[in-house]
């Protein structure tokens, strides 16, 4: 079927979505931010307590390298997780790109990501779209 949850986790489930391509995406996701909007003991708390099991943050919110202690903490095996991350438009491009995500991935500590999005993708250039921009 479409959705699915996975099996409890201290008594709490958070439903799944197949996508197009057979994977599945959690729901619900923890969501991260800066200037201050982190706190540790909340993510390792929403991942071994209430059955989080996607994490969505950006280079830009300076806290990936802070999830990977989050992650490896909680005890919530690398493949149990869905990642989301984005490319900060300062990174756009043929050459800054590839290794804008292996930054993201080392800071997280992680060998993969689940979903890389473009953070504001028509940041650039005042109307005009972001492949114009490319």
């Avoid at 990936?64 to 690398?78: M, N």
Wanted: proline share 6%; hydrophobic share 30%.
């Amino acid at each position: 079927s479409l959705f699915r949850s996975p099996p409890p986790v201290y008594g709490m489930t958070c439903t799944n979505v197949r996508l197009a391509n057979g994977l599945r995406i959690p729901i619900l996701g923890l969501g991260t931010s800066h200037h201050g909007g982190y706190c540790h003991e909340a993510v390792v708390f929403a991942l071994q307590k209430c059955g989080i099991r996607h994490i969505d943050t950006a280079k830009r919110y300076g806290c990936e390298s802070y999830l990977k202690e989050a992650i490896r903490e909680s005890g919530v095996k690398r493949q149990d997780l869905w990642i989301t991350t984005k490319l900060w438009p300062g990174d756009y491009g043929f050459e800054k790109t590839p290794q804008a995500c292996l930054e993201s991935c080392e800071r997280l500590g992680v060998e993969y990501l689940d979903l890389y999005l473009m953070h504001w993708p028509d940041a650039q250039i005042p109307g005009k779209s972001s492949q114009i921009g490319r």
